[in-house]
């Protein structure tokens, strides 16, 4: 069972344009979630998160959404840059649960053409 | 540079031998967490310990143990290794449990042949 699920495989946008990743949950007890960037061969790197206390968080060119109503979150890239290209990866957490783990989407692959 | 080291960062062994490895999460992080990643697929959680114990386990293999030093390295023992356990495995930390961001290193590309 998917808990986590990122229904888009790939994107494709120009550069300067805004590059929107959506991320769907099923798990109502989550209540925090990431957004991580990875390059080949590399491992994840931390990119912005949100608590489900708020509905926005904002951090340069990075923009989260929640809207816990419709259990999706979306990721935000203004203006996109050839090097944002990377498989962005949404991440969820129940930090009240008990279970303490955090389960990842499948991943989208961004390319940003210049 | 995430702070998180692990080794080796590769890895080839035959089928059916056992191949231990090594996390060393960052400094002053409790948590540490494993995860499988196969053939660019999405992470599969395998397993999180937090200051020695264990706290949350994945789809873990019976033949995957792992445990959490009191120096607070960690290690992940995969044993009766197959073909399909050819994977990236990442480790990653956090100062505490599921409500921070975790801290991912570079991976042990483990390839069974």
């Known amino acids: 069972d998917q808990q986590v699920k990122q229904n888009s495989p790939s994107l494709s946008v120009q550069e300067g344009r805004i590059s929107i990743l959506n991320c769907d949950y099923t798990?109502?007890?989550?209540?925090?979630f990431l957004w991580y960037k990875k390059y080949p061969a590399e491992g994840p790197t931390f990119l912005i998160s949100i608590s489900s206390i708020k509905d926005k968080n904002e951090d340069g060119r990075f923009t989260v959404f929640l809207n816990k109503s419709a259990k999706h979150l979306s990721l935000h890239i203004v203006p996109s840059q050839p090097g944002d290209s990377a498989v962005y990866f949404c991440a969820a957490s129940a930090t009240t649960s008990g279970t303490y783990k955090y389960i990842f989407g499948t991943g989208t692959r961004l390319k940003v053409l210049a | 540079d995430s702070g998180v080291t692990q080794t080796p960062k590769h890895l080839i062994t035959a089928t059916g031998q056992r191949v231990t490895l090594r996390c060393s999460p960052r400094s002053g992080d409790l948590s540490v967490y494993w995860y499988q990643q196969s053939l660019d697929q999405g992470l599969q959680f395998l397993i999180q310990y937090y200051n020695g114990e264990e706290r949350a386990k994945g789809n873990i293999l019976e033949r995957f143990s792992a445990q959490q030093f009191p120096d607070l390295h960690s290690e992940l023992n995969l044993s009766s290794l197959e073909l399909g356990d050819s994977a990236l495995y990442f480790c990653?930390?956090?100062?505490?449990?599921?409500?921070?961001?975790?801290?991912f290193g570079q991976g042990t590309r483990l390839t069974v042949v």
């Open positions: 990653a930390s956090s100062p505490m449990t599921g409500s921070t961001e975790a801290f």
């Open positions: 798990n109502s007890m989550f209540d925090y």
